[in-house]
């Protein structure tokens, strides 16, 4: 399983910015997909993920209403649309996919083996 995110770079406060993480080395139809990010000198910590059909979406509070997760598993292809961005913002942001991830479980990051390498996301004041 490789995933290769892409879609950050500067962006000024409020703007707006698409990420995209394209899945190759198996179909990830039965995979729930999420993303996380990271701040310098931070915690990883989780900002979205996406069942496997799409009929379910879980949000980190602090990005709830701003950002949506989207897939197109013809694409293997998980999407994350940031809107009104902010400085806090300023992160480098992993996608992860599994197969199996516990109910209630999807913010936890140990419930994810497949990782990609991140992309940075800047967001200036």
């Known amino acids: 399983v490789q995933l290769q995110a892409s879609g950050g770079g500067l962006v000024q406060t409020g703007g707006s910015l698409q990420l995209s993480c394209a899945g190759s080395g198996c179909s990830f139809e039965t995979y729930l997909m999420a993303w996380f990010r990271q701040a310098l000198g931070k915690e990883r910590e989780f900002v979205a993920a996406?069942?496997?059909?799409?009929?379910?979406?879980y949000y980190a509070d602090s990005v709830k209403g701003c950002f949506t997760i989207s897939r197109d598993n013809a694409k293997n292809t998980v999407y994350l649309q940031m809107n009104s961005l902010k400085p806090e913002d300023t992160a480098v942001y992993y996608c992860?996919?599994?197969?199996?991830?516990?109910?209630?479980?999807?913010?936890?990051?140990?419930?994810?083996?497949?990782w990609g390498q991140g992309t940075l996301v800047t967001v200036s004041s």
């Open positions: 992860v996919v599994e197969r199996h991830v516990r109910e209630g479980s999807y913010n936890l990051m140990h419930e994810y083996d497949y």
């Open positions: 996406i069942t496997y059909s799409g009929s379910s979406t």
